[in-house]
């Protein structure tokens, strides 16, 4: 899974053996580390929640969770069609951001 960020959008990419694993278990995390031990990696998580009622992100000391519901995960991911999810964020007064989850179909570039 790969995580972009710009100042606008934050944006994971799922090669098609992840997004069947997150169809399974609804649960995807990679870390990156970017100093020493445990402290030092950066975590990201793609879940699949109930209690979410839309497409969100929740940002944690050392960790970004992608939260999806429940139904709308499932759909996804069992989906051949639908290749992406996103929204718009408010994150403070008139600063959105763009959330985007992928299938990653193999660009070549």
């Known amino acids: 899974m790969k995580l972009r960020l710009d100042e606008t959008s ?7 053996e992840e997004v069947a ?14 100093g ?3 402290a030092g990696l950066l975590r990201y998580s793609l879940e699949r929640a109930a209690d979410v009622p839309v497409l969100t992100v929740r940002q944690e000391p050392g ?9 709308q995960a499932t759909a996804w991911a069992g989906s051949v069609e639908e ?6 964020l408010e994150v403070a007064e008139n600063q959105f951001l763009l959330i985007l989850v992928e299938k990653d179909l193999g660009c070549a570039h």
């Open 36 to 38: 020493p031990g445990a």
């Open 10 to 16: 934050l944006r994971l990419r799922l090669e098609l």
């Open 63 to 71: 960790r970004i969770r992608v939260l999806v519901p429940t139904a």
């Open 21 to 34: 694993e997150f169809a399974t278990s609804g649960h995807l995390e990679t870390a990156v580390p970017l």
């Open 83 to 88: 290749i992406s999810l996103r929204t718009k």
